[in-house]
């Protein structure tokens, strides 16, 4: 995976606030089968806070106890969030194509500023 693109933002210059954003298929499927312990969840947890000054403390969803991502909540309550476009229902998505996410709430809720740390907060 040298050199590789492992995500990419799209659509983000369409009227209203809301993007997806794709996941390399092979860097998903290593998260995966990656085994996630409670101490690395708190730590994931904690980074936004210490490192964005982000409020939502818990704003990752994980797929069980492994390192694939689900979701991304903005802030608690709000209704705004990125998610896994998850036709699959929780089961094991196809990792033969990259992996889509898209925003809910986007449009007139959300703002630059909700996109930009959305975003970081997926890049953290």
């Known amino acids: ?5 492992i995500w990419q ?3 983000l210059y369409q009227q209203g606030y809301d993007f997806g954003i794709l996941l390399s298929s092979e860097f998903a499927e290593k998260m995966f089968n990656s085994e996630l312990s409670k101490e690395e969840y708190k730590r994931i947890q904690e980074l936004p806070k210490e490192l964005m000054n982000f409020k939502n403390p818990a704003p990752y969803i994980f797929h069980k106890d492994t390192f694939f991502l689900r979701q991304i909540n903005l802030n608690a309550g709000d209704g705004k969030w990125l998610s896994l476009d998850d036709a699959c229902g ?3 998505p196809n990792f033969d194509k990259p992996i889509k996410y898209s925003t809910h709430n986007f449009d007139y809720r959300a703002s ?3 996109v930009i740390t959305l ?3 997926f890049d953290l």
């Open 9 to 11: 933002p799209q659509a």
């Open 90 to 92: 929780g089961a094991k």
């Open 119 to 121: 975003m970081g907060l």
């Open 112 to 114: 630059s500023s909700d």
């Open 1 to 5: 995976m040298d050199n590789q693109i």
